[in-house]
């Protein structure tokens, strides 16, 4: 504010005009500056993102009877087990060699369970320690398969040269840099904003001033002049009326958008039972939606999974979440997770999955949005009987390996050149959805 | 127009009005306004909204089990015409417990026969329900089977000549670290799976 009224006491002096070019001058300088800083502030993401990229270089692989090993182990080992230590689902192969003679090896290898039956005390130690799971049997592989798996086993496990970038220190200047990336573009906003107001109040003094004629003394502060000049703003008839009513057409508007918005349950996203994240299992993990939702493409509702359905999963993986914990207290005490219904039509409307998505081969996302990149599902449509409507008048009939719409779509090609839409086929009659 | 207090107070009240409406709506928790709500919470009982406890069943619960001992009639097909143009009937209830895997790789043989429209909607199938652990192209690495572990390369060799009898049986009951998903998929539906796993066992 200091700042503002020294420019505005030196224009007193040096004229009003002076003072508007002025301050545009300085406006456009400050937006230079601004530019220079954010293409700096560029430059530097995308030179840390090169050299993440560059970091990632292949370890170096070793060739011979190590190679065909490698190509054996991850096609038919890797699955369980790992080259180092680190028990995957059978025990970590490091050091395998040191704790078991060749021949054993290969015995097992060829049979477990022979091994196992043999009465073998070392095999049957090792059954019960991984909860009785059995190994495949691998009959097929002679000595050369296992020496090269055995060979690929040692060379994979022996400690390798530390790369020349740690990928922590890689990484975490990446990501600060995105978050400080976002903050100079609020802040340069910020900063344009605010320049933006004080140009606006520099127009307002010098209109003020153009109209008025009268010329205020420069003893009087910023604040007092500010001040009587919006006592005469507020003083005028025509400028009061025009404020009431585009207060009361304003209003109107929110009221009729607040009414129309009656029944309508867009963007309701409820807190769920089990903090279940979309996010996580149809985007990152990519399940497919039918995997969980098993009704979508057979029945009228695509159905809330019951727990055996996260159980296929979740018996082995993160365990000792707490929000898995719940699913499992579920099942224990055999009561049902309370989902909290999201999308849900009212009793006058008619609505079948299977047909928007078998028969017409619409996807999910056509109508959920897209929930593979929600944390929370969230009611993205409207569900409203326009939005509906809107959809059958435009959408075409999907005839592809349908007999149910040959004959139809014949029919329609007699007396109409477009394609069959929705709603030639009654897909706008009252007694489709209501009945 | 006049500017009168009058006027005033009206454009306020209409303003607070609309702001009340607006605020309500914006929380995610609530569905908003509701023009008839026991359309929405309906009277009837509704498969997956419950919003009251059912005084009916003693466990408060809409949803009932099927009576024990009663069997679904098949939702699916039973009857298949083969390529030899005889007619291969099979209700697909085949009583075997989990544990005679053995006894389903001699016993058991796939009633739908081979054409590229079963492949195909086999291999929708799999990528519905499948897909996500054992991959794009059976090699276990899928998504989740990454995470998972222990899932099996299909065109590995222990596993590339297991037969149809095998893979419906594990699909039905799981075998090793995978469980069971009769309750996913239909008998009819494995069968095709099945056709789906028999090409990418060639590992191609």
């Known amino acids: 504010m200091e700042n503002n009224s020294s420019v505005v006491l030196q224009s007193e002096k040096v004229g009003v005009l002076h003072l508007y070019i002025n301050m545009i001058r300085k406006f456009y300088k400050s937006i230079l500056a601004l530019a220079v800083v954010v293409s700096i502030s560029l430059g530097n993401a995308t030179a840390q993102d090169s050299t993440s990229a560059a970091s990632a270089a292949p370890a170096a692989g070793a060739g011979g009877d190590v190679a065909k090993g490698e190509g054996l182990f991850k096609n038919n080992c890797a699955q369980c087990h790992a080259v180092t230590a680190e028990v995957v689902v059978g025990p970590g192969l490091a050091g395998i060699e040191e704790r078991r003679d060749y021949a054993w090896l290969k015995k097992w290898i060829n049979n477990p369970m022979g091994v196992i039956g043999s009465g073998d005390k070392y095999a049957n130690e090792l059954y019960a320690k991984y909860n009785k799971t059995q190994m495949t049997a691998f009959g097929a592989f002679g000595d050369d398969e296992v020496k090269a798996i055995l060979a690929y086993v040692k060379s994979a496990a022996a400690p390798k040269v530390e790369g020349p970038v740690d990928p922590n220190k890689v990484t975490q200047p990446a990501e600060t840099g995105g978050g400080k990336f976002i903050n100079v573009i609020l802040i340069s906003l910020l900063v344009i904003m605010a320049l933006v107001l004080v140009a606006l109040l520099g127009i307002l003094q010098l209109l003020n001033r153009l109209s008025g004629g009268e010329s205020l003394e420069s003893s009087a502060s910023f604040g007092e002049k500010l001040k009587a000049s919006f006592k005469n703003i507020a003083a005028n008839k025509t400028v009061r009326s025009a404020i009431v009513w585009a207060f009361i057409l304003l209003a109107t508007k929110a009221t009729f958008d607040g009414m129309y918005g009656i029944g309508v349950h867009q963007g309701y996203a409820p807190k769920q039972p089990i903090a279940f994240s979309h996010k996580l299992h149809a985007g990152e993990m990519k399940i497919n939606c039918a995997y969980c939702h098993t009704g979508v493409y057979k029945g009228k509702q695509s159905g809330i999974p019951s727990a055996n359905i996260c159980m296929n999963c979740h018996n082995a993986i993160k365990r000792e979440s707490p929000e898995i914990q719940k699913i499992y207290s579920a099942i224990e005490s055999n009561k049902p997770i309370e989902w909290v219904r999201v999308h849900n039509l009212p009793d006058l409307a008619y609505f079948n999955h299977a047909q928007h998505t078998n028969v017409g081969g619409l996807e999910c996302k056509n109508c959920h949005g897209e929930i593979e990149k929600m944390e929370v599902v969230q009611q993205r449509s409207s569900l409203t009987m326009g939005w509906c409507i809107d959809c059958h008048r435009k959408s075409e009939v999907n005839g592809k390996d349908n007999g149910y719409y040959t004959k139809l779509m014949e029919a329609h090609s007699l007396v109409s050149k477009g394609a069959m839409k929705v709603q030639d086929n009654g897909g706008l009659e009252c007694a489709k959805c209501h009945y | ?204």
């Not at chain 2, 009005?17 to 995610?28: E, G």
Request: aromatic share 10%; hydrophobic share 35%; proline share 4%.
């Open chain 2, 1 to 204: 127009m006049k500017v009168s207090l009058k006027n005033i107070t009206l454009a306020l009240s209409i303003a607070t009005f609309s702001t009340a409406v607006l605020t309500s709506c914006s929380d995610n928790n609530s569905t908003g306004w509701e023009f008839a709500p026991n359309m929405y919470n309906s009277r009837a009982y509704e498969p997956l909204s419950q919003w009251r406890a059912n005084t009916i069943n003693a466990d408060g619960k809409d949803m009932r089990s099927p009576v024990e001992g009663t069997i679904a009639r098949a939702n699916y097909h039973t009857t298949f015409l083969q390529d030899d143009s005889t007619t291969v009937n099979d209700l697909m209830v085949y009583n075997l417990p989990k544990d005679s895997i053995a006894v389903a790789e001699v016993s058991l043989k796939n009633p739908i026969p081979w054409s590229d429209k079963v492949e195909e909607e086999g291999k929708v199938l799999y990528e519905r329900n499948c897909q996500h652990c054992h991959g794009e192209k059976g090699a276990g690495d899928g998504a989740v089977g990454k995470v998972y572990k222990g899932v099996p390369n299909y065109a590995s060799d222990a596993y590339k000549n297991m037969n149809d009898g095998h893979i419906f049986h594990v699909i039905t009951f799981g075998k090793g670290r995978m469980w069971a998903h009769a309750s996913q998929v239909n008998p009819e539906e494995r069968w095709k799976i099945v056709h789906y796993v028999h090409r990418l066992q060639l590992g191609n």
